[in-house]
């Protein structure tokens, strides 16, 4: 991302004159000009100099750092959006949004819920399921589980080999590949905490495939993609798979849409029909 340097400029001082200074604990005073911050106010409430500051908001400065643009935005007492239009407007990636962990807020329920024609799931960005619709029950039941011990799904595709069998054999090396870049990405914005730390292990200890994919150390989020399931009541069913991330920047929400005018459009209208009884049923 490049820096826009005007536009920065132009948002520090709009920010700056747009906060008066009793709600940064200082005194407005009967001779100001404005009844925003001064710049020397600023630069002392942020511990940055107030020439930077001054530099920053005539277009003259080189890039700050993301450190720099922290100090800033407590000081200008910014919003989270504000706070992320800074750091977009100097050339940098918003600091990540709050984790949610494995709760799950009641308005992604309803969303699943209202979701009936689209099979959808809720995952943590370890590979926890946390919820799925009925139609993504009746599609994945007989692989993706919420049950606590089952629901991650790196783990299922690692350990237990009937994950395997809905997937045609000439994807699992893609599918295996997958998974571990996409847990890499993940782990690395977690900064390897426990969870993360601890999942690894358990992959690398139960799994030589892993082991030895791990140390390739790819990385890629899996955003979209084509993506085929063998379903034992209706067949082979395939999906454009969209990826959309939540509110949250640990929970992602997955969408699969069979392409239109395919045989999976029928396909996925007899999963309607059927429902997620047949889903369990193991492969033959």
Known sequence: MRMDQVKLADFLRRSRERLPPQEVGLAAGPRRRTPGLRREELAQLSGVSADYVMRLEQARSSQPSTQLLAALARAL????????HLYLLAGHRPPEGAR???HVRPGLLYLLDRLGDTPAQLLTDLGDLLAQNALAEALFGCVCSIAEPDRNVVWRWFTDPFVREAY??????????????DLRAAATRHGYDRPSTLLIQRLEAASEEFGAL???????????????????????IEFDYELLQTQSADQRLRLFTPPPGSPSVDALG?????????????HR
């Open 100 to 102: 949610a962990g494995t």
């Open 168 to 181: 045609a054999v000439e994807e699992h090396d893609d599918l295996s590949r997958m998974h571990v870049a």
């Open 77 to 84: 007492r910014l919003t989270e959006d504000e706070r992320d």
């Open 270 to 282: 007899l999963l309607r029909v059927v429902g997620p009884e047949t889903a369990h049923r193991r």
């Open 214 to 236: 791990w140390q390739e150390h790819e990385v890629a989020v899996r955003r979209d993609s084509r993506l085929r399931v063998r379903h034992p009541a209706v067949g082979l």
